[in-house]
């Protein structure tokens, strides 16, 4: 039984909470775990309470019924004449709406204080894709693919995916990848570095899990600023970057958890950490 369950107010989500690790479901397997405005409504609102929950350590982004997610839902866009076809607002508003809501799920997993961990038992497409890639972690099993898939619905992309992508296979193989839209398999996807580890389908969640859990229990404080750390790594200026390690480096040697690892270390037992 999970110890809490998140009301995302719609079955297109499902969000629970368990040893530590919020565990987010993208849920419309009929159409690949493609996105909706429920679903990205209530994704919104997750990754807000993971951010400031005091249960929440670390959190885990999959999707339901063997795929990752399809990105933007193309058949809905079809039906409706294309990509903001139904919708009664004015274009400002449209792009006013899609800047909030990609700053509130990647910019928000990308920059929340606590470890994301994207388990893909599928494929993962388009925005689906950008999503995971927002992550800081990525697992998946070996017959989950990738792609960007932009360039087959003639779109440029969206939730971030090409300054994602382009920090993980740099600037030339993230235009081959976007340019072209080819599927990436998993063989691939290691080489390049855009997943961590590939389980099989039965084992991935029980391995994501123990990898969360294991974060979720370390020492929160010091993932805070080691998150910040490498963020600004790859996009801030080295000075900066020297500058803030040495202030977060000095601040986490005055945690409680610093000085009961240090304890540990003396001791020849595994630590406890508190988040403090």
């Given at each position: 039984?999970?110890?809490?369950?998140?009301?995302t107010g719609t079955e297109d989500l499902a969000v629970e909470v368990t040893d530590g690790v919020m565990t987010i479901t993208l849920n419309r397997p009929?159409?690949?775990?493609?996105?909706?405005?429920?679903?990205?409504?209530?994704?919104?609102?997750?990754?807000?309470?993971?951010?400031?929950?005091?249960?929440?350590?670390?959190?885990?982004?999959?999707?339901?019924?063997?795929?990752?997610c399809a990105g933007g839902d193309v058949k809905g866009m079809a039906a409706a004449g294309g990509e903001g076809g139904g919708s009664?607002?004015?274009y400002d508003a449209r792009v006013h709406r899609q800047r909030r809501s990609q700053r509130d799920t990647s910019g928000k997993l990308y920059e929340m204080p606590k470890?994301?961990?994207?388990?893909?038992?599928?494929?993962?497409?388009?925005?689906?894709?950008?999503?995971?890639?927002?992550?800081?972690?990525?697992?998946?099993?070996?017959?989950?693919?990738?792609?960007t898939a932009f360039a087959r619905v003639g779109f440029s992309g969206d939730y971030g995916g090409t300054w994602f992508m382009s920090r993980l296979v740099g600037s030339a193989k993230a235009r081959e990848l976007y340019y072209l839209s080819d599927r990436v398999d998993m063989d691939q996807a290691v080489s390049l570095g855009l997943v961590n580890g590939v389980f099989?389908?039965?084992?991935?969640?029980?391995?994501?899990?123990?990898?969360?859990?294991?974060?979720a229990n370390g020492p929160t404080v010091a993932f805070r600023y080691m998150k910040e750390n490498l963020n600004r790594a790859v996009s801030g200026d080295m000075g900066e970057c020297l500058d803030?390690?040495?202030?977060?480096?000095?601040?986490?040697?005055?945690?409680?958890?610093?000085?009961?690892a240090a304890q540990a270390f003396v001791d020849k037992r595994e630590p406890v950490f508190h988040g403090r």
């Open positions: 039984m999970p110890d809490r369950v998140f009301d009929e159409r690949r775990n493609a996105m909706s405005t429920p679903m990205m409504d209530g994704l919104v609102a997750a990754i807000a309470d993971a951010e400031i929950a005091s249960d929440v350590g670390a959190l885990v982004l999959t999707g339901a019924g063997g795929a990752f009664p607002l004015q470890p994301t961990i994207a388990a893909l038992p599928g494929a993962a497409a388009g925005a689906g894709l950008s999503i995971a890639l927002a992550c800081d972690l990525r697992y998946a099993t070996p017959n989950a693919v990738m792609t099989g389908a039965e084992s991935l969640m029980d391995e994501v899990g123990a990898v969360a859990r294991r974060l803030m390690e040495a202030a977060h480096h000095i601040h986490c040697g005055q945690t409680d958890d610093h000085k009961e």
